[in-house]
C-alpha cells in the first residue's frame, strides 16, 4: 500500500459508514417529529376537554353546546359527535372524553395511528340535572 491509495480508502470507508448511518438518523428523527407531535397533541386535547368539562359544570343540561365548545377549541380537527359527555351516577360531576386518532410519519409501522383518548372531570355548578350524550 502507499501513500496514495491512503486517502481513497479512508474515503470509500466513510461513505460506506455514511450509507449505514444515515437511514438509522434519518428514522430517529422521525420518531422524534411523532413523539413531539403526540405530545403537542395530547396537551391540545386536554385543554379542550378540560374547557368542556367547565362549560358543562356551568351548563349540565346541554350537553350538545359541551361538544362543540370542545370541538371549537380544536378549530374544527374533531367533530362534535367524538366528545362523549358522562353524568357519573354517584356524584355531582360532569365528565368530557374525547379519542382522537393521530397519523404517524415514521415509516416503520405498519399501524400509522396512534389514538389518544383524554378525559376531564368538572364538578356541576348549576342546579339544573346533567345531560349526558347518546
Request: with cysteine; aromatic share 6%.
Amino acid at each position: 500500500m502507499n501513500a496514495q491509495e491512503s486517502p481513497r480508502r479512508e474515503h470509500g470507508a466513510a461513505v460506506v459508514e455514511m450509507a449505514l448511518i444515515l437511514p438509522l438518523v434519518v428514522l430517529l428523527a422521525f420518531a422524534l417529529i411523532d413523539i413531539g407531535r403526540l405530545i403537542y397533541t395530547k396537551i391540545d386535547l386536554h385543554e379542550a376537554v378540560q374547557e368542556g368539562s367547565i362549560w358543562g359544570a356551568y351548563n349540565p343540561d346541554d350537553y350538545l353546546a359541551v361538544q362543540t365548545r370542545v370541538a371549537e377549541s380544536l378549530n374544527g380537527d374533531v367533530y362534535p359527535g367524538d366528545v362523549v359527555v358522562e353524568c357519573p351516577s354517584s356524584t355531582d360531576t360532569v365528565r368530557v372524553t374525547l379519542s382522537h386518532g393521530v397519523p404517524l410519519i415514521t415509516p416503520l409501522f405498519n399501524d400509522r395511528t396512534i389514538t389518544l383518548t383524554v378525559s376531564a372531570e368538572g364538578d356541576l355548578l348549576s342546579d339544573d340535572p346533567c345531560q349526558a350524550s347518546p
